[in-house]
């Protein structure tokens, strides 16, 4: 007989994707202001790209906000002192944290690329120790969830975070969950979809 299918993760029992809240705006359809916002993301580092996706799709619907809100995420995510490496590390421990599904599906591409082990993405997926991180990592995800559990960070985990990182690392990282924590509550709200309708990274509330 047949052994029985390994029974499945909490990811894969999700329900599909919850229908997007707002409706997409295209580029014949933008107003001055949405189309300012629009070149001033084509135009920083992140680049050109087919068309605006995820929270910058949000934003052209208050796009006053859009314009301060991307330009602190350019600087959190590429002029920071932190390595990529150790910036996509925060990055997915906040996006954890918050169950964020298209900032997992963004990042988690980027955090390998940067250097971080698939078996640390893994283990970040599932909310579970670190095994293989190295160790800056380590100390900069135990810092996130610590800020996230109890709203502070103890002595301990600040040292040990600092020792790397140093006074200015420090406050560019609590920058850097502050902004994707942002990013993740906007993605969640108007349920931002996965481009091509992939799966989803985490299981949705019922």
């Known amino acids: ?7 499945k993760t909490s990811a894969e029992r999700s329900a599909k994707a ?6 997409e705006i295209t580029d014949e359809q933008m107003t001055a202001l949405q189309r300012a916002l629009r070149d001033a993301i084509y135009s920083g580092p992140r680049g050109i790209r087919k068309k605006l996706t ?7 619907n208050a796009p006053e906000l859009g314009h301060l809100a991307q330009a602190l995420g350019a600087f959190v995510r590429y002029k920071t002192s932190l390595s990529p490496r150790q ?4 990055i997915l421990a906040t996006a954890h944290i918050w169950k964020a599904q298209y900032e997992w599906y963004a ?3 980027m955090a390998e690329k940067a250097g971080v082990k698939p078996a640390t993405v893994k283990d970040l997926q599932a909310g ?3 095994k293989s991180a190295a160790k800056d990592e380590q100390a900069i995800v135990d810092f996130v969830r610590e800020l996230y559990k109890i709203r502070r960070v103890s002595d301990r985990t600040y040292k040990r975070v600092h020792a790397f990182l140093g006074d200015k690392g420090v406050v560019e990282l609590v920058g850097i969950c502050g902004y994707y924590a942002l990013i993740s509550m906007t993605l969640n709200t108007f349920r931002a979809e996965i481009p091509g309708g992939g799966s989803l990274p985490f299981a949705e509330p019922k």
């Open 1 to 7: 007989m047949a052994k029985k299918r390994a029974s």
């Open 18 to 23: 919850p229908k997007y809240r707002l409706k």
């Open 54 to 60: 995820g929270p910058f799709q949000i934003w052209l």
């Open 87 to 90: 910036s996509e590390t925060a």
């Open 107 to 109: 990042h988690a591409p």
């Open 128 to 130: 579970r120790a670190l």
